[in-house]
Structures are given as structure tokens and as C-alpha cells.
């Protein structure tokens, strides 16, 4: 008997940290445009990280901080409990329901209906979320 390598929590977690990456990347470069040319990269890397305008992108980085170090973390081993807490905390970040009105998701739902790199991965995430269920 064969089992499912995506199946195995760690493989799912790098699955969900890869496909977040892509929605991330979508968000900075739609916020990017929206911003005007940064400069040097090195200039870009200073406003993701500090500027104002940023700021709201700033939690799916932390987030995806959280899963490298988990990823990372060799004491550790990641179990079906670890993948649940990242899959929620995306999940409940990225809900498309009336009761989330922070700024993250005002901004989030601009960028989502302009941007049909946003939308892509937004739906790939969302469906990689849906498989992911327990």
C-alpha cells in the first residue's frame, strides 16, 4: 500500500506555503503598479517593508515567515494539528464573508476584483484549501 505524498502534513504545508507565495507575489506587484516605479530593488525591498501603502501585505509575509520557520524547525516534526492552524489562519485572512472589514481585506478584495493574477491565485489557494481539509 502506497500512500499519497500530498497527503503527509509537511507536504501539504510546503504545497500551502508555495501557493501562498504566488498570491503574495501578485498582491506586491498589483500594490507595486498601483504605487509607481520603486527604483532599485533594493529601494522596492525598503517600501514593502516599511512604507505605509505596503503595510496591509505585511500580515501574508508574516505568515509565511511562520511556515518556513516551521518548515525549518528539524526538533519538530509538522502534523496534521500544525497544517490545520496555518490552514485556518489563511483561510479565516483570506474569507470573503461581510463580517471581515478590516483594512487587509477592503484592500484584499480591491486588489482581487482589478487584478486577474490576484484572482488566479486567489482561486488556486482557495481550492488547495478546499482539498486540504481534514
Do not use: C
Request: overall charge negative.
Amino acid at each position: 500500500m502506497t500512500t499519497d505524498p500530498i497527503a503527509e502534513p509537511r507536504a501539504q504545508l510546503k504545497a500551502l506555503s508555495s501557493t501562498l507565495r504566488k498570491l503574495h507575489k501578485a498582491l506586491v506587484d498589483f500594490e507595486t503598479v498601483r504605487f509607481g516605479d520603486p527604483g532599485s530593488a533594493f529601494e522596492h525591498l525598503q517600501l514593502l517593508t516599511s512604507h505605509p501603502q505596503f503595510a496591509w501585505l505585511r500580515q501574508i509575509s508574516e505568515i509565511l515567515v511562520e511556515i518556513d520557520e516551521r518548515l525549518d524547525n528539524k526538533e519538530e516534526p509538522v502534523d496534521a494539528a500544525a497544517l490545520e492552524t496555518v490552514r485556518k489562519t489563511v483561510g479565516g485572512l483570506l474569507a470573503l464573508g461581510p463580517e471581515n472589514g478590516s483594512e487587509f481585506h477592503q484592500k484584499y478584495l480591491d486588489a482581487l476584483q482589478a487584478s486577474p493574477q490576484v484572482a488566479m491565485a486567489h482561486g488556486e489557494l482557495r481550492h488547495l484549501l478546499a482539498a486540504s481539509r481534514p
